[in-house]
């Protein structure tokens, strides 16, 4: 097995870990929360994370056998700019506006984290991608972390601002 290899399974390996914690984070989240929506936005994130994990593990079982990566069409969609950083201010500055006491915007807290972290990981693979069905998937996983963000985001700010839940 050649190093390229070995380092994109290293890679791949991280991915599946974060995605891995992050079905069973929001699954317990959709357990905890008291409120429907709440539930939904939880369960559907849980989804789409074993999603992502199902992908990954096609890839690290291509690349483990044939040693080459496979082009997944599911993987394939709106791409985010990934020079921006995901927090503009830096993570400082979401904790530091964090005055929230509730088990929601904790949660909610939790999961901004988790996606950033996630967007993060998958921004680096981008830029260190040599294989274009690798960059692809990565720019893939990483604009989904990117949405994610942005549900959680609205959410958060609406029950901050406004008491509940975002329609």
């Known amino acids: 097995?050649?190093?390229?290899?070995?380092?994109a399974l290293k890679a791949l390996l991280e991915g599946k870990s974060l995605e891995q914690q992050g079905v069973a984070f929001y699954r317990e989240a959709a357990e905890k929360t008291k409120s429907e929506k709440g539930k939904e936005i939880f369960r559907s994130l849980a989804q789409d994370?074993?999603?992502?994990?199902?992908l990954i593990q096609r890839q690290i079982d291509a690349l483990s056998a044939q040693g080459k990566w496979v082009e997944?069409?599911?993987?394939?969609?709106?791409?985010?700019?990934?020079s921006e950083a995901i927090f503009p201010q830096g993570r400082g500055g979401l904790k530091e506006a964090i005055k929230g006491d509730t088990t929601d915007t904790e949660a909610l807290i939790l999961a901004l984290e988790?996606?950033?972290?996630?967007?993060d990981m998958y921004?680096?693979?981008?830029?260190?991608?040599?294989?274009?069905?690798?960059?692809?998937?990565?720019?893939f996983l990483a604009s989904q972390e990117w949405?994610?963000?942005?549900?959680?985001?609205?959410?958060?700010e609406s029950l901050v601002n406004l008491g509940g839940w975002a329609d």
């Open 1 to 7: 097995m050649t190093s390229q290899i070995e380092g």
């Open 72 to 82: 997944l069409p599911e993987a394939v969609g709106e791409k985010v700019d990934l």
């Open 147 to 156: 949405l994610h963000f942005d549900l959680l985001m609205l959410n958060y």
């Open 114 to 119: 988790f996606e950033s972290k996630g967007y």
């Open 123 to 139: 921004r680096r693979e981008v830029k260190a991608a040599t294989d274009p069905t690798a960059r692809e998937m990565y720019e």
């Open 49 to 54: 994370e074993a999603m992502h994990l199902r």
